[in-house]
């Protein structure tokens, strides 16, 4: 009698085994696995700061960034439009999470060179992992010749350096977050009562409004700001379209600059009394190298 | 006793019979090639789970779509993103039955296969030229057919429409080797 049920429950598993659907059996055979969260941000700028994304090996991206007057300079000004800082740089991956860039702003006549490193990603799957860390590191020279005729300064004078620690995370596929410490660094300053060294605190958003375009937003809270100059805390508004391997950001902010240093320390204008710049960012992706 | 042993050895040849008809891979390869204006797009998984019954004919798919892999870094990534949304729709299914499947032989069987895709959550019946051929303990099932974006509700913006094709030209090739569960 025991054995009989044996036999019974053996047939019972058995016949179980036999029926087993070619579906079922793939998706037990389907290996779990972790995955790279994509596209926390569309491109390597939230507006005026960096985003933590970075280019994959072997693209070459041409950025070409404009801030007009302010919009509150009257029509005689055509608000704004009249005048322009603009920004070239080009931005290679080295890596997957390597990135170097190379730039020229016309305000100061300003060469500015970075290194982007994504640190840790955020995952999801077997091994998930909450958020991305991107590591940011500038330099910064301006090279227009505004200082007085005896009073030269040295090439390392006129240097400014950045650090960032950009912490991300995609909430949903339409919801991702930025918290971005910055810490910048004046190797000289103007007034005597001025920091040599600055903290900053940044948030950053992006809410996708489509496949392709998104609302992003950007704060920046300076913690220390220089006491010669009335400074601001700079803010930016903006809309991003994407379109394979442009993408387009229309950007409204009260900072001119689109180097840290610039729109962290040196912004004046109040976003409140509509000091604000309109600018756009445009990228164009270039792939030098390809896969295999 | 003895009819317990019998039972048992029954059950077990069942079961090898049963094994012995399944064919199995995690390694089917499934490349797609969009043929544009201005761009050719072409990838390939090469991670495709595919197992075939040889006594039913019945064949099932599953393909991750995060597998696939594209010649330019960021393409990978809209296609995940923007095309078929693979945080949604993480893979791609065929169920269906090879017709046809008791005249395999070492040489190329030319059939059909019919069933269904289901692909960014969307399911539509696919009938398809098959080539299945027994190849010393492997089973290879092959072939080539067009897929209409707009069946699955894949979208291309009208300012690509020139970048990417409406309709993509899917290539598989399936090597399954018999199955031990």
């Known amino acids: 009698m025991k054995y009989f049920f044996f036999s019974f429950f053996a047939l019972i598993i058995f016949s179980k085994a036999l029926s087993q659907e070619l579906e079922t059996i793939l998706e037990n055979e389907s290996k779990s696995t972790t995955d790279l969260i994509l596209g926390t941000f569309n491109g390597t700028r939230l507006l005026n700061g960096h985003s933590i994304e970075t280019r994959k090996e072997g693209i070459l991206e041409f950025m070409i960034s404009h801030r007009f007057g302010r919009v509150n300079s009257g029509f005689d000004n055509l608000f704004g439009l009249d005048e322009s800082n603009i920004r070239f740089g080009f931005e290679y991956g080295l890596t997957d999470d390597l990135t170097v860039a190379l730039g020229r702003s016309s305000l100061g006549k300003t060469f500015d060179t970075y290194a982007k490193y994504r640190l840790l990603k955020q995952k999801t799957g077997d091994n998930p992992f909450p958020f991305s860390v991107t590591l940011f590191a500038s330099g910064v020279a301006k090279t227009i010749k505004d200082y007085a005729p005896d009073n030269k300064t040295s090439f390392s004078e006129r240097l400014v350096y950045t650090g960032q620690v950009l912490v991300a995370k995609k909430i949903n596929p339409n919801l991702s977050f930025q918290f971005s410490p910055t810490y910048i660094h004046y190797n000289t300053v103007s007034e005597q009562n001025d920091p040599n060294d600055m903290v900053a605190l940044g948030f950053g958003t992006r809410i996708k409004i489509s496949k392709r375009m998104s609302i992003n937003g950007e704060y920046y809270y300076n913690v220390n700001p220089f006491e010669s100059i009335n400074n601001k805390n700079s803010i930016a508004l903006g809309l991003d379209i994407e379109t394979g391997g442009h993408i387009f950001q229309l950007v409204f902010t009260n900072a001119v600059s689109m180097l840290e240093k610039g729109f962290i320390a040196e912004t004046t204008g109040s976003f409140f009394k509509a000091d604000i710049h309109f600018g756009f960012n445009i990228s164009r992706a270039f792939q030098l190298k390809k896969n295999k | ?181």
């Open chain 2, 1 to 181: 006793m003895r009819k317990l042993g019998l039972l048992m050895l029954l059950l077990l040849a069942i079961k090898e019979i049963n094994a012995q008809d399944k064919y199995f891979t995690r390694e089917g390869s499934i490349s797609f090639y969009s043929d544009a204006i201005v761009e050719d797009i072409k990838a390939v998984n090469s991670q495709v789970l595919s197992i075939v019954d040889l006594t039913t004919g019945k064949i099932a798919i599953q393909i991750k779509m995060r597998s696939f892999e594209f010649e330019k870094g960021l393409m990978k990534e809209h296609f995940n993103e923007n095309y078929v949304a693979s945080y949604k729709y993480p893979k791609a299914t065929f169920s269906g039955k090879i017709l046809h499947i008791e005249s395999l032989s070492s040489n190329n069987l030319k059939t059909e296969v019919v069933g269904k895709i289901k692909l960014h959550g969307k399911e539509k019946e696919l009938r398809t030229a098959v080539v299945i051929k027994r190849d010393a303990n492997k089973i290879i099932v092959k072939g080539v057919f067009n897929l209409k974006l707009a069946d699955f509700d894949i979208k291309i913006p009208k300012i690509l429409f020139k970048n990417i094709a409406e309709q993509v030209a899917i290539s598989f090739e399936l090597h399954h080797k018999p199955y031990i569960p």
